[in-house]
């Protein structure tokens, strides 16, 4: 086995090689002077198990062709299985055709890692577990919850509600709120054009209870501001967020900092800027250990999900 990665998220990649107790692969990966991506393996991977850690990130258009071009090099150099570690799947979002004449941008990615020779996917929280379905090769989506809930257990709030910021992410927040033995709530929202949120009401009981809105991902925060301020308009006691995937955008920040919200909790399957780091409200959890098991087990051919039974 060996593991390489690219340069979308090196401070977890570090870390899951300290877990595996191994030094990561070597290679070169540069740009020409035109912005072209260059890249070489600096050692023999000759019928080895591969595998290649790229995480989506604000920069998803870059690091997609990275992993492109870094699956084309291995299965040129005759690795005998490639795996792409994607913490963050990125165009995850546009997985269905929800008005006409628009792309179905998460297959179109999932059809591009095939073509390029990937064997198998490593991922977590995928936006729509469908999205699995798109591959004809074997994918293992990882669910980040258990980090999270361990976490928040660990504050002793009292009694919680977990809040689904929308319909959609109900499945989540469902068996989020399980492994907290919490209560469940859900946000009436609309969203007439992309990044742009209305919510209208609560349903269930915030009432004097510790809310945790839940989603697996915060792109610009519109959302979960304004979910937060519904909340605790419906007489919350405090509320704080958790998701897996901190995108973190455009005004985020800015409204993460003005919102009621305590605390967001995040993990870092996408590498936080220097700024985001420095806001207070944001605590980032580590995943490196659920990958570095993962990627053992998948070398060792044993079972991956009995991970989260």
Same mark, same amino acid.
């Given at each position: 086995?060996?593991?390489?990665?690219?340069?979308?998220?090196?401070?977890?990649?570090?870390?899951?090689?300290?877990?595996?107790?191994?030094?990561?692969?070597?290679?070169?990966?540069?740009?020409?002077?035109?912005?072209?991506? &260059?890249?070489?393996?600096?050692?023999?991977? +000759?019928?080895?198990?591969?595998?290649?850690?790229?995480?989506?990130?604000?920069?998803?258009?870059?690091? /997609?062709?990275?992993?492109?071009?870094?699956?084309?090099?291995?299965?040129?150099? $005759?690795?005998?299985?490639?795996?792409?570690?994607?913490?963050?799947? !990125?165009? =995850? +979002?546009?997985?269905?055709?929800?008005?006409? *004449?628009?792309?179905? =941008?998460?297959?179109?990615?999932?059809?591009?890692?095939?073509?390029?020779?990937?064997? +198998? /996917? /490593?991922?977590?929280?995928?936006?729509?577990?469908?999205?699995?379905?798109?591959?004809?090769? #074997?994918?293992?989506?990882?669910?980040?919850?258990?980090?999270?809930?361990? &976490?928040?257990?660990?504050?002793?709030?009292?009694?919680?509600?977990?809040? =689904?910021?929308?319909?959609?992410?109900?499945? *989540?927040?469902?068996?989020?709120?399980?492994?907290?033995?919490?209560?469940?709530?859900?946000?009436?929202?609309?969203?007439?054009?992309?990044?742009?949120?209305?919510?209208?009401?609560?349903?269930?009981?915030?009432?004097?209870?510790?809310?945790?809105?839940?989603?697996?991902?915060?792109?610009?925060?519109?959302?979960?501001?304004?979910?937060?301020?519904?909340?605790?308009?419906?007489?919350? $006691?405090?509320?704080?967020?958790?998701?897996? &995937?901190?995108?973190?955008?455009? #005004?985020?920040?800015?409204?993460?900092? *003005? $919102? #009621?919200?305590?605390?967001?909790?995040? =993990?870092?399957?996408?590498?936080?800027?220097?700024?985001?780091?420095? !806001? #207070?409200?944001?605590?980032?959890? $580590?995943?490196?250990?659920?990958?570095?098991?993962?990627?053992?087990?998948?070398?060792?051919?044993?079972?991956?999900?009995?991970?989260?039974?």
């Amino acid at each position: 086995m060996k593991v390489f990665a690219g340069s979308s998220n090196p401070g977890l990649a570090r870390e899951i090689a300290n877990y595996l107790k191994i030094e990561l692969g070597k290679s070169v990966l540069k740009r020409f002077s035109d912005g072209e991506i &260059h890249f070489y393996i600096d050692e023999n991977v +000759r019928g080895e198990d591969v595998f290649i850690i790229q995480s989506g990130s604000y920069e998803a258009n870059v690091h /997609l062709m990275e992993l492109l071009l870094m699956i084309d090099a291995f299965k040129r150099a $005759s690795a005998e299985r490639i795996t792409a570690v994607m913490p963050y799947y !990125c165009y =995850s +979002r546009q997985d269905w055709k929800d008005r006409p *004449r628009v792309p179905i =941008s998460a297959r179109l990615v999932a059809d591009l890692l095939e073509a390029a020779g990937v064997g +198998r /996917l /490593l991922t977590m929280d995928l936006h729509s577990p469908q999205i699995q379905g798109f591959f004809s090769i #074997p994918v293992d989506n990882l669910i980040g919850s258990p980090v999270l809930a361990k &976490h928040i257990q660990g504050l002793n709030l009292g009694p919680l509600t977990v809040v =689904s910021p929308d319909a959609g992410g109900v499945g *989540r927040a469902k068996f989020f709120a399980k492994r907290l033995d919490a209560g469940l709530a859900i946000i009436d929202k609309r969203r007439p054009e992309p990044n742009i949120a209305q919510v209208f009401n609560v349903i269930g009981n915030v009432k004097g209870r510790h809310c945790v809105l839940f989603d697996d991902i915060v792109d610009t925060a519109r959302t979960l501001v304004l979910s937060a301020e519904a909340v605790m308009a419906q007489g919350a $006691s405090s509320v704080f967020a958790a998701c897996t &995937h901190p995108v973190l955008s455009g #005004p985020a920040l800015g409204r993460i900092a *003005r $919102s #009621p919200l305590e605390k967001l909790i995040v =993990s870092n399957t996408i590498p936080l800027s220097d700024k985001s780091k420095s !806001c #207070p409200k944001i605590v980032t959890l $580590s995943v490196a250990e659920i990958f570095g098991e993962a990627i053992r087990r998948i070398n060792e051919g044993s079972s991956v999900s009995s991970l989260f039974v």
